[in-house]
């Protein structure tokens, strides 16, 4: 069973900076999209960042220009660089890896980690 493990959440303020790491317990195989999402207010999961393994990146429109997705996809590692930050970010960050658990499993499977709290004071 593969395990996705955050880490780097914590308490900021406003303006400051964290940088969130997930790891992979068990090597996965030809990951495609990897992400950070977040729960959101409405407890719904929403998309923060993804990147892509050809290293093309989506953002939510408002963490654009502040925060940046990374990954090693030969280590399946995840990071999420955030700077700026806002009170509104406040939220328990989620990250997500799709790939395979074995070379020749047929499909991607959707890898969840337990998730890991950002609380940025006013």
């Known amino acids: 069973q593969v395990q996705l493990v955050e880490s780097g959440g914590g308490l900021v303020q406003a303006g400051g900076s964290l940088r969130l790491s997930c790891a992979a317990s068990?090597?996965?195989?030809?990951?495609?999209?990897v992400g950070w999402y977040r729960r959101g207010p409405g407890k719904q999961r929403e998309l923060v960042a993804t990147?892509?393994?050809?290293?093309?990146?989506n953002y939510a429109d408002s963490v654009k220009g502040r925060f940046a997705i990374s990954s090693d996809n030969a280590k399946n590692k995840v990071y999420l660089q955030m700077n700026s930050l806002k009170p509104e970010d406040t939220d328990v960050y989620y990250c997500?890896?799709?790939?395979?658990?074995?070379?020749?499993?047929?499909?991607?499977?959707?890898?969840w980690g337990q998730g890991t709290q950002v609380t940025v004071s006013s």
């Open positions: 990147i892509l393994s050809n290293g093309s990146t």
């Open positions: 068990r090597f996965i195989f030809s990951p495609d999209t």
């Open positions: 997500n890896i799709e790939g395979k658990p074995t070379p020749t499993w047929r499909t991607r499977i959707p890898y």
